[in-house]
């Protein structure tokens, strides 16, 4: 028995040993390089950031949560309009929302843990801090999304002029958005992304139809749909596109007109709180103010003589 015994652990020692030197020492593409006369230059090691490890944690800590199918299209819906398209983006988010909301009790129960307080205030205070922590991330995107709508809304203006020049100097509708996504790189980047993807689109072999409906939901900005609805009509109609989209262009221009119009009456409006709450106060003091200064130094004394 002892003699098997020694056998196997000599067997395993010399496997692990064999692995060992295998790995390490044996290096057939080195030697094949230096029969071949090639030389290699030294590769420079390679440091992982710290920031990655931890992203990650928050990919396999994503990866492990169970989803449903409405929530995973409703979220994934949100991470595009938020400008989020890879895949991985899903499971950073649900990962990000397990660690901040098991981590954010903990940090809150530390700081209230020492404090003198009602108990029913530091549950309050770690169940607010759970709820911070798992609804944060969907706000964030939320913020995210909602910024990239607007970016998309100031530089549409600017785009459907460009896309009029295009179309009325004799190029078609899927050069013209080409052109504009080009042109539009620098000045406004999320719509020329939007439209570098219409272009992709096509390019794989989808109707201009579906790619236009498949921009206006994925960026979910109001006048974005109706532009795309102008095109998809005069392309179903066989009308002039640069037509329609000159006359959209007018409307546009008019809205924003009205936008503008409507801000600059409210205006007077919002005035109101700073004025009451801002300068109001320090034209009290500073015209008030001496006057009660003397009443206090003069009339109270000679009231007190009486």
Known sequence: MQVVIALIVFL????????????????PKAA????????????????RHPSLAFRDLIDRVGALIPRGPKDTTVMQRRLIRAGHRNAAALKLL????????????????????N????????????AAAAAIGFFGPNEYVRL?????QHQI????????????VCVE?????????????????????????????VNLELKAGSRRAEALRNLAERSAVDELKKLTA????ADRFGTSIAQGLRAHADYMRVQARQVAEEKAAKLGVKLIFPIFFCILPSLFVVTVGPVMVRLVRDLIPMMNNM
């Open 169 to 197: 100097s004799g190029l078609g509708l899927d050069q013209a958005v080409m052109q504009v996504a080009k042109e539009l790189d620098k000045a406004h980047p999320e719509i020329s992304e939007e439209f570098t993807l």
């Open 230 to 233: 102008v095109l998809i009509q």
């Open 153 to 164: 809304q100031r530089g549409l203006p600017n785009a459907l002029d460009l896309l009029v």
């Open 12 to 27: 395993l020692l010399a496997g692990g040993f064999s692995l060992f030197g295998l790995r390490l020492w044996v290096r």
């Open 115 to 126: 404090l003198e307080t009602d108990p029913s205030n530091k549950v309050i205070a770690v």
């Open 144 to 148: 995210l999304g909602k910024r990239r």
């Open 94 to 113: 649900y990962g990000a929302k397990t660690l901040l909301g098991v981590a954010a009790p903990l940090v809150a129960f530390g700081f209230v843990s």
């Open 32 to 47: 094949m390089d230096r029969i071949a006369g090639v030389v290699s230059e030294p590769e420079e090691p390679w440091v």
